[in-house]
């Protein structure tokens, strides 16, 4: 066997990839750019692949490997890409098993079983299997979109792997390709039955037999262990054989943690566990992380579900960071320099409080925070699970980064262990971070330093080389979840010895001989510092220095923007909060907040060209950043605050400055204003001439617009309508932004109602632009002018009438006062940005906030018989915000049953949802959650603040949705 696959020549390439693509119903991609993007995972490592296949079906699967095997092409199933070991990189070709291979095949509540496709993701199986009373144990902190074949690849578990175990532990039965193309069913006693596994599993025990010695003295005995193949569990499987026989041996059991080495699972047949009875957690503070690992032994005499550790790195990130921040609210008081996240599971409530009273009298009532309710529960957990993807956020050359940080020792072990570890990173002139499993003895440690400084690589190499000895030394595991990789196969020999290495080089030519399966990874280690991100194939690529439209004080420079993505993929998640609506809508690697970051990563630094040259108006580059509807999920939503709406209006704005300019739809959009402004002047007869046929079609024809997609009609200007600013009380601006002065100045006569009423002045100066619809179209050059010339009007309205805040009905334009003007690399005094920033709310909010403190009291009646009201939040609110207080406003002034609807993102997102090339995708986002929950509520009334989300549940649903503060001058005028 060769130590990996043979190099494809280039010129060949293409016309194999033609010839695949012509074989299957699923897609093949060949160009650079989509191969690109699936060069990096989570890891510090980036491979160009040779090409990617989105299958349709297991037939294209098993086509695309006999293709393979047909023409010697090295070959990587992957599943969501968030490997931290470098497993889901290479020189092969990519089978993406995501996309169209993610379904439940079957369950079976009885024996507790399902079998599944491998793309299936893991949040999504326990959704399906939740109304049985049933979950898959390994739970592992990336559950929202990890996939069943990537835990299965990588054999991972989670935290509460002290009840549940690893993901081989619940692995009945893999339906598998080998690299041959043979199809075949690993099962417990399989070569009983079918001669072909027979073989299979004879070479295989005839390898252990030779070495079984070896197997018992050198395979560690912790709970946690993913290093090599599983060569211990297939020694106790033909001891445990009746004899004669191999009815106990289950070779599905040595694929599960191979990385994609000996095969492609096509389906797999798992084990679930009931789901607990009840649960509860407490987060107990500590002084520091040594306190902390001395109170995990007797932590775990309480039996708990998990006991999970975050030192005081990742809580002082997550202070930093907008989605985050609210859970340090729900840490103990102190603040505290080390947590344990503490989880019991009970038969009862009873049982339940029991064990948290046991705790708390263990450590004292002011170092624990105890929480029983799902929900108090789901946001406590938020943390835990960000812990790695935050560390990547961390400002400075020096990051903490992926390389010995997995390993596993025995529980009672950890505290000398981390103290032995902590000296060596010391010796090597670092520090670390310590996070995650301390109920298992795997913990997370990641000294921080800087792959681009040629001496922090060789104190890598020289801290995995010791720590590796300190780990047989203590008799535990080189990787307790996260695997080997790219990253450790080279350390395997020096933890387990050449008789058991070359063992596992034996098995893999037993289903490999060619070594075509994911090669370099397990039996034949590449270098440890190859293929670097930082430095791939063709040298280094730092970011070149860019004159830029906005500054990037917040994220320690433009460098360190364009290269924030780390990979870890939350933006793949399909359930709960906003991002990534266009990945959800398409499931595109390519449209996921990752694909973009990568894009513009790769293209900025002139991986797409030539090294150091940005590639702005690069066509792939913009075709990925397309489908971006600018939402700032990212911004908020993503632990590492990677911020794709500003990076691409910044790649925009770069690509128009080098093309010359602008193309007309977007200086179109981009100018909004002026172009209501005229039609708000005459809207009886423009609103006809709008809806007239000669003159929408030139207008679809011009600038790309969709015909099923409806026109706002315009307004006679709030400006023109009666209203005086006299009064004595507090003056409160009301912004003008372009929507509600020219559009639907009722929502804006509404809001003066309400602010009158309680007492304030209110003034509605003119204004310019507040520049978001030139900021999403990437008109930053004009944006800086317009935000110039408006913030001085607005900071001298705000001066002139010594208003006490600012406030806003549209969302996107409150926001780009609070957001976007703080970054736009204008000549306004910063200081007065922020001023102005903080001054600056929506209205309702600002109503919400200072219900107790308004000049006149609010009206006490609400709403006889209300209907119930269901509340939308705008993208931008809930990125920079918050719509639990509009919810609270309607709670307070209508009364009744009033929510949030649980939805991301409308799909309408400005001029995006306008036009031809986008219309169908945002009626998809639409019908992710949005629309179904419009419609099944016909009776509620709809509140959404946002007018391009009202005017999209108009056109999705054929409901009319309010604002919520024309919602409110209702309820006070019935009242």
């Known amino acids: 066997m060769g130590s990996s696959a043979t190099p494809v020549p280039a010129a060949t390439l293409e016309p194999l990839l033609a010839d695949l693509s012509d074989r299957l119903d699923g897609q093949v991609r060949a160009g650079m750019h989509d191969r690109m993007l699936y060069a990096t995972d989570a890891s510090i490592?980036?491979?160009?692949?040779?090409?990617?296949?989105?299958?349709?079906?297991?037939?294209?699967?098993?086509?695309?490997?006999?293709?393979?095997?047909?023409?010697?092409?090295?070959?990587?199933?992957?599943?969501?890409?968030?490997?931290?070991?470098?497993?889901?990189?290479?020189?092969?070709?990519?089978?993406?098993?995501?996309?169209?291979?993610?379904r439940l095949v079957a369950l079976d509540p009885e024996t507790r079983t399902a079998r599944v496709q491998p793309g299936l993701v893991l949040e999504t199986l326990n959704h399906a299997t939740r109304t049985a009373g049933l979950m898959f144990g390994p739970d592992v902190a990336t559950s929202s979109h990890a996939t069943i074949g990537g835990m299965i690849g990588n054999n991972s578990a989670g935290a509460h792997s002290v009840l549940y175990g690893r993901t081989v532990d619940h692995l009945l039965a893999l339906d598998v390709a080998l690299a041959d193309g043979r199809r075949l069913t690993f099962s417990e006693g399989a070569g009983e039955r079918d001669p072909v596994v027979e073989d299979l599993t004879r070479r295989v025990i005839d390898i252990i037999d030779s070495i079984a010695a070896d197997i018992d003295t050198r395979f560690p005995r912790t709970r946690r262990r993913v290093d090599g193949y599983n060569l211990d569990l297939?020694?106790?499987?033909?001891?445990?054989?009746?004899?004669?026989?191999?009815?106990?041996?289950?070779?599905?059991?040595?694929?599960?943690?191979?990385?994609?080495?000996?095969?492609?699972?096509?389906?797999?047949?798992?084990?679930?566990?009931?789901?607990?009875?009840?649960?509860?957690?407490?987060?107990?503070?500590?002084?520091?992380?040594?306190?902390?690992?001395?109170?995990?032994?007797?932590?775990?005499?309480?039996?708990?579900?998990?006991?999970?550790?975050?030192?005081?790195?990742?809580?002082?990130?997550?202070?930093?960071?907008?989605?985050?921040?609210?859970?340090i609210e729900l840490l103990p008081p102190g603040p505290p320099a080390a947590v344990l996240y503490v989880e019991y599971f009970r038969p009862d409530e009873g049982a339940r409080d029991q064990a948290l009273d046991a705790l708390t009298d263990q450590f004292g009532a002011d170092a624990v925070r105890r929480f029983t309710t799902a929900a108090?529960?789901?946001?406590?957990?938020?943390?835990?699970?960000?812990?790695?993807?935050?560390?990547?956020?961390?400002?400075?050359?020096?990051?903490?980064?992926?390389?010995?940080?997995?390993?596993?020792?025995?529980?009672?072990?950890?505290?000398?262990?981390?103290?032995?570890?902590?000296?060596?990173?010391?010796?090597?002139?670092?520090?670390?971070?310590?996070?995650?499993?301390?109920?298992?003895?795997?913990?997370?440690?990641?000294?921080?330093?800087?792959?681009?400084?040629?001496?922090?690589?060789?104190?890598?190499?020289?801290?995995?080389?010791?720590?590796?000895?300190?780990?047989?030394?203590?008799?535990?595991?080189?990787?307790?979840?996260?695997?080997?990789?790219?990253?450790?196969?080279?350390?395997?020999?020096?933890?387990?010895?050449?008789?058991?290495?070359?063992?596992?080089?034996?098995?893999k030519e037993v289903f490999d001989p060619e070594g075509r399966m994911n090669p370099g990874i397990i039996t034949t280690p590449t270098p440890l510092m190859a293929d670097l991100r930082v430095e791939p194939a063709r040298g280094p690529v730092p970011v070149p220095s860019v004159s830029t439209f906005f500054r990037y004080e917040p994220e320690h420079g433009f460098a360190e923007a364009v290269e924030r993505c780390n990979g870890a993929g939350l933006c793949r998640r399909m359930e709960g909060g906003t991002m990534c609506p266009s990945y959800r809508a398409t499931r595109d690697e390519r449209h996921a907040t990752r694909g973009r970051g990568n894009a513009l990563r790769l293209a900025i630094t002139g991986q797409l060209g030539r090294i150091g040259t940005p590639a702005w108006n690069d066509a792939e580059t913009l075709a990925t950043l397309d489908l971006c509807l600018s939402c700032k999920a990212c911004k908020s939503e993503c632990p590492s605050n990677v911020d794709i709406a500003k990076l691409k209006a910044e790649y925009l704005a770069q690509t128009y400055r080098s093309a010359g300019g602008p193309p007309l739809a977007a200086r179109v959009f981009g100018r909004v204003r002026a172009a209501s402004r005229l039609a708000a002047m005459a809207p009886n007869l423009v609103n006809p001439l709008l809806r007239s046929g000669p003159v929408r079609f030139a207008m679809n024809r011009l600038l790309g617009l969709e015909p099923r997609r409806s026109l706002?009609?315009?307004?006679?200007?709030?400006?023109?309508?009666?209203?005086?600013?006299?009064?004595?009380?507090?003056?409160?601006?009301?912004?003008?932004?372009?929507?509600?002065?020219?559009?639907?100045?009722?929502?804006?006569?509404?809001?003066?109602?309400?602010?009158?009423?309680?007492?304030?002045?209110?003034?509605?100066?003119?204004?310019?632009?507040?520049?978001?619809?030139?900021?999403?179209?990437?008109?930053?050059?004009?944006?800086?002018?317009?935000?110039?010339?408006?913030?001085?009007?607005?900071?001298?309205?705000?001066?002139?009438?010594?208003?006490?805040?600012?406030?806003?009905?549209?969302?996107?334009?409150?926001?780009a006062i609070t957001d976007d003007w703080l970054d736009l690399s204008?000549?306004?005094?910063?200081?007065?940005?922020?001023?102005?920033?903080?001054?600056?709310?929506?209205?309702?909010?600002?109503?919400?906030?200072?219900?107790?403190?308004?000049?006149?009291?609010?009206?006490?009646?609400?709403?006889?018989?209300?209907?119930?009201?269901?509340?939308?939040?705008?993208?931008?609110?809930?990125?920079?915000?918050?719509?639990?207080?509009?919810?609270?406003?309607?709670?307070?002034?209508?009364?009744?049953?009033v929510s949030l609807i649980d939805a991301g993102c409308c799909g309408m997102a400005g001029a995006f949802g306008y036009t031809r090339a986008h219309y169908d995708v945002s009626m998809a986002v639409g019908e992710l959650a949005l629309f179904p929950a419009v419609r099944d509520e016909p009776d509620a009334v709809i509140a959404a603040a946002g007018t391009s989300c009202r005017h999209q549940v108009r056109d999705g649903t054929g409901r009319v949705a309010r604002h919520p503060i024309s919602l409110v001058a209702e309820a006070w005028r019935e009242g």
Not at 398 to 427: C, G, H, M, N, S
Not at 838 to 851: G, I, N, S
Request: proline share 7%; net charge negative.
């Open 45 to 102: 490592y980036q491979i160009e692949p040779l090409g990617v296949v989105l299958p349709a079906s297991s037939g294209d699967i098993l086509e695309t490997v006999r293709f393979a095997a047909t023409h010697g092409l090295p070959l990587l199933p992957r599943g969501a890409g968030t490997s931290l070991a470098g497993q889901a990189v290479n020189r092969a070709l990519v089978l993406d098993l995501t996309a169209g291979y993610d």
């Open 234 to 327: 297939l020694l106790a499987q033909r001891r445990a054989s009746t004899p004669g026989t191999f009815d106990r041996v289950n070779l599905a059991h040595l694929l599960c943690g191979s990385e994609g080495t000996l095969g492609v699972t096509l389906e797999a047949t798992i084990g679930l566990v009931p789901t607990p009875a009840t649960k509860s957690l407490a987060i107990v503070g500590f002084p520091d992380v040594d306190a902390a690992l001395a109170a995990v032994e007797p932590i775990l005499a309480t039996d708990p579900a998990a006991v999970e550790l975050l030192d005081d790195v990742i809580i002082q990130l997550a202070r930093g960071n907008r989605d985050h921040r609210v859970s």
């Open 376 to 507: 108090e529960m789901d946001r406590a957990w938020r943390l835990r699970k960000a812990g790695e993807p935050l560390l990547h956020g961390r400002p400075g050359a020096r990051k903490p980064v992926t390389f010995i940080e997995d390993t596993a020792v025995d529980p009672t072990q950890l505290p000398e262990f981390v103290r032995r570890f902590r000296a060596i990173v010391t010796r090597h002139g670092t520090t670390a971070s310590y996070y995650a499993h301390a109920s298992v003895g795997c913990l997370h440690i990641r000294p921080l330093v800087a792959l681009t400084d040629p001496a922090d690589r060789t104190r890598i190499a020289e801290m995995m080389a010791e720590i590796t000895d300190l780990v047989v030394e203590f008799g535990g595991a080189l990787s307790g979840e996260h695997g080997d990789g790219r990253l450790r196969s080279h350390l395997l020999e020096r933890f387990y010895g050449p008789a058991i290495t070359d063992a596992f080089r034996r098995i």
């Open 712 to 815: 706002p009609p315009f307004a006679r200007s709030l400006y023109r309508r009666p209203r005086s600013d006299d009064g004595d009380g507090p003056a409160v601006i009301l912004f003008p932004d372009c929507f509600t002065v020219y559009n639907e100045p009722v929502i804006g006569e509404d809001a003066i109602a309400v602010l009158r009423r309680l007492g304030y002045r209110v003034v509605l100066p003119r204004l310019g632009c507040c520049g978001r619809s030139m900021i999403s179209n990437g008109l930053l050059e004009d944006a800086v002018g317009v935000v110039e010339r408006t913030a001085r009007e607005l900071l001298d309205a705000v001066e002139t009438h010594d208003a006490i805040a600012v406030v806003g009905c549209e969302p996107s334009c409150v926001s």
């Open 826 to 897: 204008t000549r306004l005094d910063p200081v007065r940005l922020h001023e102005l920033a903080a001054k600056t709310q929506l209205v309702e909010d600002f109503l919400d906030t200072r219900w107790d403190r308004h000049p006149n009291p609010p009206p006490a009646s609400r709403t006889p018989g209300a209907s119930a009201c269901r509340v939308h939040g705008h993208c931008h609110h809930k990125a920079l915000g918050d719509p639990a207080g509009t919810v609270r406003l309607l709670q307070r002034v209508r009364g009744g049953d």
